[in-house]
C-alpha cells in the first residue's frame, strides 16, 4: 500500500504534526482536534510505504492510521529531565 500523505504543523504546539492522505485533506479529522491543533500549516508532502523510515512513527502504524480514523496525530517528544535544568540555572553570576 502507498499513500501521499500532507503533513500539517501546529501553530499553538511546537513539535505537533498531523498526517492526513492528500486525497482527503482533512475532511475526517474531527473539529475538537483542529481547534486544538489550531489553523494547520503545511509542512510537506511525501509518499508513504510500508518500508519507509520515518523519523518518529513506523510506516505501518502510520498507514493504519491513515485508513482509519483518517489521520495520524504525531505528539512532541518528552523534554528530557537535564534539558528542564537549563531554564532552571541562574541568570545572574554571583561572585
Do not use: H, N, W
Not at 56 to 71: S, T
Request: glycine fraction near 4%; include cysteine.
Amino acid at each position: 500500500m502507498k499513500v501521499i500523505c500532507s503533513v500539517y504543523k501546529s501553530p499553538k504546539k511546537s513539535d505537533m504534526y498531523l498526517y492526513v492522505d492528500k486525497k482527503e485533506g482533512l475532511a475526517r479529522v474531527p473539529e475538537t482536534l483542529l481547534e486544538m491543533f489550531g489553523t494547520p500549516k503545511e509542512a510537506m508532502t511525501l509518499l508513504v510505504t510500508p518500508g519507509k523510515k520515518l523519523a518518529r512513527v513506523e510506516a505501518p502504524k502510520l498507514l493504519a492510521a491513515l485508513r482509519d480514523p483518517g489521520y495520524y496525530l504525531q505528539m512532541p517528544p518528552p523534554r528530557e529531565e537535564y534539558m528542564l535544568d537549563l531554564y532552571r540555572a541562574p541568570t545572574e553570576a554571583k561572585y
